[in-house]
């Protein structure tokens, strides 16, 4: 065993185990295999995570594999959209492969069972099949059809292939056990008509192969070493082995079935299903809406790859599920952001400031730093005058010694600029206050190096100047569901437990050095959080999504 065997996860433990154990290095082989039926969610980030990081720590290639066997679910979208999503995150496949290839290779071997007394063709209904199944604790009973002949078998499924038989008339079992404790065993389904064009094969096919016969055998095509998958499919991993050993082999060892926990994140659903359904229910607004846990959705969220790729390794490869806390995967876009994003300022609920003392009709720049992280990221010049915006929260017009913010008779630092006084303010007919006055300090300006300008004040607030700034919208979201696991309770559906509140828009005030920044760029707003704009947005119609707060508020009040 390599000297590092503590710090790899069980995973990797049992390839060095193989490779100890003699197995060619040059033979390792690893794949991710999505079925086409939906966009990639943040479990699959996890799948393919630890494929791609075994190739690399192995180097070995990994393919990627789409399972399309189902051609009533599949599409070309989807197809596409996989693709992007695993580029996206940073990950290269060494092929491009479709379980649709080897459709000649799986009917050729579903030949040879049936050749061999191994497989025989139904005619049941699926109830009647059901029924004979049996119970986990009561063996199954017999098809009438399970001993017809070979002959009459092969030429069955042969007029099956050739589209003489109506869809859910016919299906091809392979006879294993009726009596099996494992369920799988009873006879599974290998084959069943589909009439369907498929989004590869066309109307070649009108039956296709099932999840359990289509899975090994693509595995052993490509010569698979390690084919790992989560933890629903361990009982599946004796049937995987039997349908192999059943075959003539080809020239190349057998793929190794081994599973791992799927990946679980609180206050959401990780299934294409029952994303699709959330679409369906115009609860969202598709695959890539900034809720969505998919990767597209938290791509336009503002998520990076980088991120993702952390929260996984973080949650790390377990052989127990578990549902991981969507807090860690916010630390883990706030760390990444806090190093990458330029620091701006933004007023998203804006009242007017108005600076008494400060000459009518002049401007200037005041310059401030784009990201105190990384120097190297520099600054800009951003403009100043009499008349700005703040936030409407950081003005109280009286408060305690604990404020420390805006108020009558008090200093504050405008970030990047000078030191103010509250003095006065103009309210509505309704009391609401429209305006508010102020006095600055002329010599107090931030990095002047004056005395004035190092006296400290308690508070700092940012603003933007009214007459440059830019109205943009801003969507600020809420978590999809009020429940932690809200697809965990027997008595109710998961669509039970949606948030209505999830999702605001406002409309905000920015500096206008945000007007042409391209969709998907990170930016913190200032004391605020980090935003992204979103795919729509352009320089006359700013958009901003909100990512994630400055700091984790969830605990607290339990919203975001
Ligand atoms: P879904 O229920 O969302 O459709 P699936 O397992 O049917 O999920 P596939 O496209 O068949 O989706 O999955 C491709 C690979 O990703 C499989 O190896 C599967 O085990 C893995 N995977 C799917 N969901 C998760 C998850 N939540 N955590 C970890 N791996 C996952
Ligand atoms: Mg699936």
New binding site residues.
């Given amino acids: 065993m390599s000297e590092h065997t503590e710090s790899l996860h069980f995973i990797e433990q049992i390839v060095e185990a193989d490779l100890d154990a003699g197995f060619s290095a040059g033979k390792l082989r690893f794949r991710?295999?999505?079925?086409p039926?939906?966009y990639l969610?943040?479990?699959?980030v996890?799948?393919i995570a630890l494929n791609f990081n075994l190739g690399q720590r192995f180097n070995a290639p990994v393919n990627l594999r789409f399972?399309d066997t189902n051609p009533a679910k599949e599409s070309i979208e989807y197809v596409n959209a996989i693709k992007s999503d695993i580029q996206w995150l940073g990950y290269q496949w060494a092929e491009e492969r479709y379980a649709s290839d080897y459709f000649d290779q799986l009917f050729a071997w579903a030949q040879e069972l049936i050749s061999k007394g191994l497989a025989y063709v139904d005619s049941q209904s699926s109830e009647d099949m059901a029924i004979q199944k049996g119970t986990p604790t009561q063996a199954g009973t017999n098809s009438p059809f399970r001993d017809t002949d070979s002959e009459t078998n092969m030429k069955l499924f042969q007029e099956m292939a050739d589209g003489k038989h109506e869809e859910g008339s016919l299906v091809l079992r392979a006879k294993i056990d009726m009596a099996s404790p494992n369920m799988l065993f009873r006879d599974p389904v290998i084959y069943r008509i589909l009439k369907k064009a498929h989004h590869r094969t066309g109307s070649t096919w009108c039956i296709y192969p099932m999840y359990d016969w289509t899975h090994g055998e693509s595995d052993y095509i490509e010569g698979i070493s390690h084919s790992?998958?989560?933890l629903e499919?361990k009982p599946h991993r004796d049937l995987y082995e039997w349908f192999l050993s059943n075959l003539t082999p080809l020239d190349h060892h057998y793929p190794k079935q081994r599973e791992?926990a799927?990946?679980?994140l609180s206050y959401t659903v990780?299934?294409?299903?029952k994303?699709a359904k959330l679409i369906e229910m115009n609860v969202v607004s598709g695959w890539d809406d900034p809720r969505m846990p998919t990767i597209s959705g938290l791509r336009r969220r503002g998520y990076t790859p980088q991120s993702l790729r952390n929260f996984v390794e973080t949650a790390g490869i377990s052989k127990r599920e578990n549902i991981i806390d969507a807090s860690l995967l916010e630390f883990c876009v706030r760390e990444d952001l806090n190093t990458k994003a330029s620091r701006v300022m933004a007023v998203l609920n804006p009242v007017k400031l108005v600076i008494i003392n400060y000459p009518e009709g002049a401007t200037e720049m005041l310059e401030a730093e784009n990201n105190p992280e990384d120097p190297s990221k520099g600054s800009r010049l951003m403009p100043f005058s009499k008349n700005l915006f703040i936030e409407r929260d950081d003005f109280k017009e009286e408060a305690n010694r604990k404020y420390f913010r805006l108020t009558l008779g008090k200093e504050v630092r405008l970030k990047n600029g000078y030191i103010i006084e509250g003095q006065s303010v103009i309210k509505d007919v309704e009391g609401t206050i429209t305006e508010i006055h102020c006095t600055y300090d002329p010599d107090s300006k931030s990095g002047s190096g004056s005395e004035a300008s190092q006296r400290k004040v308690k508070g700092t607030i940012h603003w933007v100047n009214q007459a440059t700034a830019v109205a943009a919208q801003v969507n600020l979201y809420d978590r999809l569901f009020s429940d932690e696991s809200p697809d965990r309770h027997k008595e109710q559906d998961f669509t039970d437990f949606i948030n209505e509140d999830s999702f605001k828009q406002i409309t905000a005030q920015v500096e206008p050095s945000l007007v042409n920044l391209t969709p998907g760029t990170n930016v913190q707003f200032q004391r605020l959080g980090y935003f992204v704009t979103d795919t729509d947005s352009t320089s006359d119609n700013l958009i901003f999504n909100k990512t994630v707060g400055l700091r984790d508020t969830w605990a607290k009040k339990g919203s975001n």
């Fill in positions: 991710f295999p999505p079925e039926n939906g969610h943040i479990g699959h996890k799948a399972d790992l998958c989560t499919f791992f799927r990946l679980n990780t299934s294409k299903r994303l």
